[in-house]
């Protein structure tokens, strides 16, 4: 008898474990994703968004001059879903850990081959592809969860901005469309319907041969 209730105890206890294990609560740091169209395709960023909570960020939390994840939880990514260019590099579609290391006067911005980095220890300068430097503006309201948001995007060219605390720092993304977009109206422009008007619009608005337009 001993041992039957030895046994429905234990499987009691094992049972309400498992029931934690099941427990939801809100995530501290939430994860979200960003997507924007650009160009012929698009750019995406997934991370999570840290609170301030009363807290020093920058030079304390955050340090300076260290390799930081731009992010909470896990690696902050960024896919691109074709080719870009940051900086004087060109970047392949496909995705991309974006780290930063915050500093006082000039903050790195850096792109690299691994989508698992969430600690300075586990970085390598050696899977770099992009590493630029970088201006922080400081903002004259606070921003309580960390935001990296899309700014001034035009067809070809736009900016991703990381918001925090009292810090905003901006890089640039271009794309060229333009030999890829040329081809596309050759090719229709033989078919049975060509698309006059939108060849005609986008010659214009880009500057384009204006007597094809």
Not at 123 to 135: E, N, T
Not at 163 to 183: C, H, M, Q, R, Y
């Given at each position: 008898m001993k041992r039957v209730l030895s046994l429905l105890a234990a499987a009691i206890i094992c049972s309400a474990a498992f029931s934690q294990n099941d427990l939801k609560v809100p995530a501290p740091s939430p994860a979200t994703t960003i997507k924007q169209d650009f160009g012929l395709s698009s750019v995406e960023i997934s991370y999570s968004r840290p609170g301030v909570k009363g807290r020093k960020i920058f030079g304390d939390l955050v340090p300076f001059d260290k390799v930081w994840r731009t992010g909470a939880n896990g690696a902050t990514v960024i896919t691109f879903g074709d080719e870009v260019t940051i900086g004087d590099k060109k970047v392949p579609a496909g995705k991309y850990g974006l780290l930063t290391i915050p500093g006082q006067s000039e903050w790195t911005i850096i792109l690299t081959k691994s989508t698992e980095v969430t600690s300075p220890?586990?970085?390598?300068?050696?899977?770099?592809?992009?590493?630029?430097?970088?201006?922080?503006?400081?903002?004259?309201?606070?921003?309580?969860?960390?935001?990296?948001?899309?700014?001034?995007?035009?067809?070809?060219?736009?900016?991703?901005?990381?918001?925090?605390?009292?810090?905003?720092?901006?890089?640039?993304?271009?794309?060229?469309?333009?030999?890829?977009?040329?081809?596309?109206?050759?090719?229709?422009?033989?078919?049975?319907?060509?698309?006059?008007?939108?060849?005609?619009?986008?010659?214009?608005?880009?500057?384009?041969?204006?007597?094809?337009?």
């Open positions: 220890s586990a970085y390598k300068q050696a899977d770099d592809v992009v590493r630029i430097k970088a201006k922080p503006m400081p903002l004259p309201f606070p921003v309580e969860s960390l935001m990296i948001v899309f700014d001034d995007v035009k067809p070809t060219a736009m900016q991703a901005v990381i918001l925090w605390e009292n810090t905003a720092v901006a890089f640039p993304i271009t794309t060229a469309i333009d030999g890829k977009v040329s081809a596309q109206i050759d090719q229709l422009m033989k078919t049975d319907k060509p698309p006059y008007f939108a060849a005609a619009m986008y010659y214009l608005e880009n500057g384009k041969d204006l007597d094809k337009a």
